[in-house]
C-alpha cells in the first residue's frame, strides 16, 4: 500500500524537499485541486484526479489503486494543520499513509508577522470550511491571532466580527499568496473599510485590542444572564459557575443538557473545554432556535440542538455522554433519571437542578436511591429597601450530583 500526501506551498516544486520530489516523480497517480496541479511541469503525462466537492466519493475512486500503484496526494503547506491529510490519515490509518509537510500559512504567517508560535497569547485559527463564529471564541483583549481564511471575503468578514465585538482599532495585516511570486501584505485596521480585493489564499493575522468601555466575556463559568438571549427563565450565573464546577467538562468530553432552555449550561460547557461537544435537547421549538442563535453570538456553533423531547430510548444517538445535566422535565416522572443513569458511559456523571418541590422530591429519591451529593443552593442579593438596602434571596435551588 502506498499513500503519500505531499504538502506543497505557493512556490510550487521548487520548494519541495528531494524526498518530496522524489515521491512525486514516482507517483502514477496525483490527486490535488486545479491550483496544485499547475504547478506541475506541463509535460506531466500521469494520470490525475481533481478534487470534487465530494471529497469522500474521490477518496473512494482512488482507494483500491493504493494497494497496487504509486499514489500521490497534494496538499496545501502542512496536510495535517487543518488540511487534507486529516481525512485520509482517518481513512486509510497512520500505517497505510506518509506524509511529508511544507511549512503551515501558520509558520508563514508568524515568520511575516515577527511572532512566536509558542507564545501563549497567539491562537492559530482555521474558518477555512467552519463558520466564521467559530472565531469569536479566541477574540479577547490583548490575544494574537492567525486566521487561516476561507476566501477573498474573509479578512472584511473577520473586520465586521470585531467591530461588533468592541475591538474597532484592532490592528490586521491580510497576507497573500505566502512565500510565492503573488506574495502581498495590506496593513489596516478593524474600523477601516477592508473590501475584498484579495486573493482567495490569504491568512489574516489580528492584534486583538478592546475598546475602552467594552466589557469582554471571560472563558470561566457564569457569564452575566444579559450575555444570553433568552425569555426571562434563566439558571443564573451564580447557579451557572456551581453547576459547571459539578459536571466538570474534561477535553472529548460529551456533555447532554436536557431540558435545556436558551442553552446556557451546553454553552458555557464548550466555552470553559474548547475541546469537548455538547447536545442540546429542548422540545420548545422558540428556545430552541434561540440555543442555536445564543450558540452563535458566544462563539460556539459546533453546540448540536435536538428540537424534541429528551427520547427514554436513545437508539442512534452516538457517542454516548460522559455528563448528563438535567435542567428541565423532572417533574413528568421517574423515568427520565432512570434512563440517564443507563445512557452515561461508565465513570460519567449527572447533575440535576430543581426548583420547584415535585422535582425536588425526585432529587430526594434519586439520591436516596443512587447516592451522590445533594447540595441546597441559595442566592442573595442586595437591594434597595427605601432609602436602605436589603438582601433580596432568589428562589433555593436544589442539585443532586452522582458518578455511575
Not at 493504493?66 to 490509518?93: C, T, W
Not at 436536557?258 to 470553559?272: C, D, F, P, Q, Y
Not at 451522590?372 to 428562589?395: C, F
Amino acid at each position: 500500500m502506498s499513500l503519500t500526501v505531499i504538502g506543497i506551498g505557493d512556490d510550487g516544486i521548487d520548494g519541495l524537499s528531494a524526498r518530496a520530489r522524489a515521491h512525486l516523480a514516482d507517483a502514477e497517480l496525483i490527486v490535488g485541486s486545479p491550483r496544485h496541479l499547475a504547478m506541475l511541469p506541463t509535460h506531466n503525462s500521469r494520470t490525475h484526479i481533481i478534487w470534487s466537492k465530494d471529497l469522500g466519493a474521490d477518496i473512494e475512486t482512488f482507494a483500491p489503486r493504493i494497494q497496487s500503484e504509486q499514489v500521490v496526494v497534494l496538499a496545501s503547506g502542512d496536510p495535517l494543520m487543518y488540511g487534507i491529510g486529516n481525512r485520509l490519515l482517518g481513512h486509510f490509518g497512520a500505517d497505510n499513509v506518509l506524509v511529508l509537510p511544507n511549512a503551515s500559512a501558520f509558520s508563514l504567517a508568524a515568520a511575516r508577522m515577527g511572532w512566536p508560535l509558542s507564545d501563549p497569547m497567539l491562537s492559530c485559527v482555521s474558518i477555512h470550511g467552519l463558520p466564521l463564529q467559530s472565531l469569536a471564541l479566541h477574540i479577547q483583549p490583548g490575544v494574537k491571532l492567525l486566521v487561516l481564511s476561507r476566501d477573498n471575503e474573509s479578512p472584511a468578514q473577520i473586520a465586521k466580527m470585531l467591530c461588533t465585538m468592541g475591538y474597532n482599532d484592532s490592528p490586521m495585516s491580510i497576507l497573500e499568496c505566502m512565500d510565492g511570486d503573488r506574495e502581498k501584505r495590506t496593513d489596516t485596521v478593524a474600523k477601516d473599510d477592508i473590501g475584498d480585493a484579495f486573493q482567495n489564499l490569504n491568512t489574516v493575522a489580528v492584534q486583538c485590542v478592546a475598546n475602552a468601555d467594552l466589557q469582554p466575556l471571560s472563558h470561566s463559568p457564569g457569564l452575566p444572564d444579559d450575555a444570553f438571549a433568552h425569555d426571562g427563565t434563566i439558571t443564573k450565573r451564580e447557579v451557572r459557575a456551581i453547576t459547571l464546577a459539578a459536571l466538570a467538562p474534561l477535553p472529548g468530553d460529551m456533555l447532554w443538557d436536557i431540558g435545556a432552555g436558551n442553552g446556557t449550561i451546553a454553552i458555557e460547557w464548550l466555552r470553559v473545554e474548547r475541546r469537548a461537544h455538547a447536545l442540546a435537547f429542548e422540545k420548545n421549538s422558540v428556545r430552541a432556535d434561540r440555543i442555536c442563535a445564543n450558540a452563535l453570538a458566544l462563539g460556539v456553533p459546533a453546540l448540536q440542538v435536538i428540537p424534541e423531547h429528551f427520547p427514554l430510548s436513545h437508539d442512534g444517538i452516538e457517542p454516548r455522554p460522559d455528563a448528563i445535566f438535567i435542567g428541565g422535565g423532572l417533574a413528568t416522572g421517574d423515568a427520565l433519571i432512570e434512563s440517564c443513569l443507563k445512557t452515561l458511559k461508565p465513570g460519567g456523571r449527572i447533575v440535576a437542578n430543581a426548583v420547584t418541590l415535585e422535582a425536588q422530591a425526585r432529587l430526594m429519591a434519586a439520591h436516596a436511591a443512587h447516592g451522590g451529593e445533594l447540595v441546597r443552593i441559595a442566592i442573595a442579593r442586595a437591594d434597595a429597601v427605601g432609602p436602605l438596602r436589603a438582601m433580596k434571596s432568589s428562589i433555593d435551588v436544589l442539585q443532586w450530583r452522582v458518578t455511575v
